[in-house]
């Protein structure tokens, strides 16, 4: 069995902000968990821009807390995010995600899992672990 807490898990490594001060990610279940997903509670800071396109990962997203906005890119449809809105990247969408007027928490589930330390790339992919 794991437990591990939110704040415990805030204080460590498994904290992750980018590069871009755009977002904030607590990985509490990784690759190396070896349950074959990851869990992830990230903050995407409001009245931010970041271009997303995981070509190599599923994504499940469930905003908890904020608002904001997804843009899908292939057809440019916008859908609002707001506390019980779930969104899911079940084609390796490439969109945008913005925060509104405050900080959104969102809940993520990644497959394959993650193995800890990933950031967008210019492309806004995250790249396969091949460990």
């Not at 279940?29 to 997303?52: C, P, Q, R, V, W």
């Not at 019980?84 to 959104?104: A, F, P, Q, V």
Request: charged share 25%.
């Amino acid at each position: 069995m794991i437990v591990r807490t939110l704040a415990e898990c805030e204080q460590s490594e498994r904290r992750v902000k980018s590069e871009t001060g755009t977002w904030e990610s607590t990985r509490m279940l990784l690759k190396d968990d070896n349950m074959g997903f990851s869990f992830h509670i990230t903050t995407i800071y409001a009245n931010t821009e970041t271009h997303i396109h995981y070509q190599n990962h599923l994504e499940s997203v469930y905003c908890m807390s904020g608002d904001g906005e997804i843009e899908d890119l292939a057809d440019g449809k916008i859908y609002p995010i707001k506390p019980g809105t779930l969104y899911i990247l079940d084609k390796h969408d490439n969109h945008l995600l913005r925060g509104g007027s405050e900080d959104m928490k969102l809940a993520c589930v990644f497959n394959p899992p993650l193995s800890g330390k990933e950031v967008h790339d210019a492309d806004g992919v995250y790249a396969l672990d091949s460990e």
